[in-house]
C-alpha cells in the first residue's frame, strides 16, 4: 500500500550549505499516530518544517499520497492534504476565532466552507463559545486547540504538529493529546513531534527517533516504550553513527 | 485657530491621509519604508494628466467644467485609468527590484536603500518625460463658497474631501470585511503561519502594492487639482505620510486617514501662526513626538 506520506533521502536546512536533516526514509501509514522523538537539535522540527515547505529541502523527494510535493510552497501543500500546527505562533492572534478558521477555510471550494466551520465547533465547543475573541486572548490550551482545529478545517489527509505540549500545564497536557488521540481514532493520519516522550508513546502506534539528523530507531511505540536503548539513544548519550 | 484653517488642513490632511495608507500597507506587509511611495503618487498625477489631456483633445466635451467644478468628465476617467496603471507601475517595481531582494533574504535595509534607488529613478523619469515645470488639471478660475463660520471652500476642495472619506471607508471595509482583506491581515501578523494556513503570500504582496498605489495615484490626482503637479510634489509628501502612518499605528487604515488629517490640520495651524517657512518642521517634528512618546501610533499594538 503506497504510504499516505513519504520522504526519501531527505536532505534539509535553513542555509544552502548547512543541512540539519541528512537523509530520512520516512514512510507514514495510513491511519497511524507516528511519534518523532530525538534529542534537542536531532533536526525534528527541521524535518516537519521542511515536508510543510517552510524549511528549504536541498535533495530528495516528499511524497503525498504518492503524489510528489517536495518543490510545492506552502500554500500549495495544504491544498494536496498536508495540514501542519507550527511549534509556536501557531494561531493568528490578532484575528478572531472565526476569522482564523474562515482563513483556514478558504482553501475550500465555497459551498463547503461553512459547513465545515460548523463541524470544527461542534468539535470543539470551547471555541464556539466566543467566536469573536481574539485569538491572542484564549488560554495555551485552548490556543493549541484552535491551531489544531484551524488544521482540521480542510480535512487534512495527513495531520503534522510540532510540539503541541509546549508551555502547557502537564494537565493540559493530558487533554490535548485525549484529543489528538480521537481526531487520529477519527481516522486523520497524524505525524506527531514531541519533548513528552512518556505522554507521547501512550498514545502512539509508531516511533521513531531521530538522531542527528537521521533515523536511529523506528519501531512500534509499546516496544519503544520498555527498550533500554531508547533511552540511550534518545538522550544521545552515545553517538549513533560513527563518523 | 480659525475655522477656515482647519477647513483648509482637513482638506490637505485628506490627501495625506490616502497617501499614508499606501504606505502603512505596505509597511505592515512587507515590513519596511517604502520611500518611493511618494513618487507613486507623482506618477499617478502625472499619468492622470497625460490621460485627461488625451481623453480632452479626443473629444473636446469631455472637457468641459462639469457642474460647479473645474474639471470636465476627462478628469474622473482619467484618475481612474492612472490608478490602474500605477497599480501597474508598483507591480512592475516589485517585480524588477523588491520581488529579486526579497527572495534573495535581504537585509530592511537594503529594501529602504533599493526604494531611495527606485524614488530617485521615478522621479527623474517624469523631469525627463514633463520637464519640471508644473502644470494643471484646469485652468479654470472657481470662487469659493461660503460654508459659515467665516469658512470658504472651492467645490473642487469639498469634492476632494468627500472622495477621500468614501475611499478610506472602503478600503477600510475592504480590510475588515472581504477575504482577501483576512489575508492581508494574516500575512501582516504573521507570514509563514499565512502560508501554511493556505495563503497565496505573493498573490497578497500583489495586492497590497496595487492598492496603495492606487491610493497613492489618487491623492496625486487630489495634490495635483487642488495644488499643482511638479516632479517633486510625491517628496514634499514624503515627511507627512510617513508621519501620518506612524501616527496612525502602523498598518491601521483609519488611523492613517485620522492622522493625515491631524498632520494637515496642524501643517495649517503652523503656517496660519508660525509662518509658511515652517510647515515641513511641523510634520517632522509630529513624527520625532510619536516616536520618543508612542511609537506604536494612535491604533497600533506595543510589540
Redesign the interface.
Known sequence: MTPVLATEALVAGYEPDLAIVRGVDLAVRSGELLLLLGPNGAGKSTLVKAI???VPVHEGTVRLAGVEITAA???EK??HGLA?V?QT???????SIE?NL???A??LAKPRRAGRIAALYAMFPDLAARPASRAGALSGGQRQMLAVA?ALV?EPSVLILDEPSVGLAPKIVGEVFERLRAINRAGVTTVLVEQNVRAALAIADRAAILVEGRIAHLGPAATLAGDPIVAELYLGARRATAQ | MNPQTLLEGLIAGSMIGLGAIGVTLTYSILRFANFAHGDFLAWGAYLALAISGTLGSLAGGLAAPIGPFSFGWSLPIAAVLAAALTAGLALLVDALLFGPLRRRRSAVIILVMASFGAALTLRSLLELVFTSKPFYYTQELQIAMKLGSGMRATPDQLLCLGVAAVLVVLVHLLLTRS?IG??M??VS??P??????????RRVVRTVWALGAALACMAGVIAGLLVQIRPQMGLDLLLPLFAASILGGIGSVPGAMLAGLIVGVAEAATVALVGAEWRAACAFVILVAILLLRPQGLFG?PD
Request: hydrophobic residues 50%; aromatic residues 4%.
Open positions: 510543510a515547505g517552510l510552497p506552502a500554500h495544504v491544498r501542519f507550527p505562533e501557531n494561531v493568528f492572534a490578532t484575528l476569522d474562515r482563513l483556514a478558504q482553501v484551524r480542510v | 477575504a483576512r489575508e491581515r494574516a501578523e504573521n509563514a503561519l499565512a502560508g501554511v494556513v493556505g495563503v497565496d503570500v499594538r
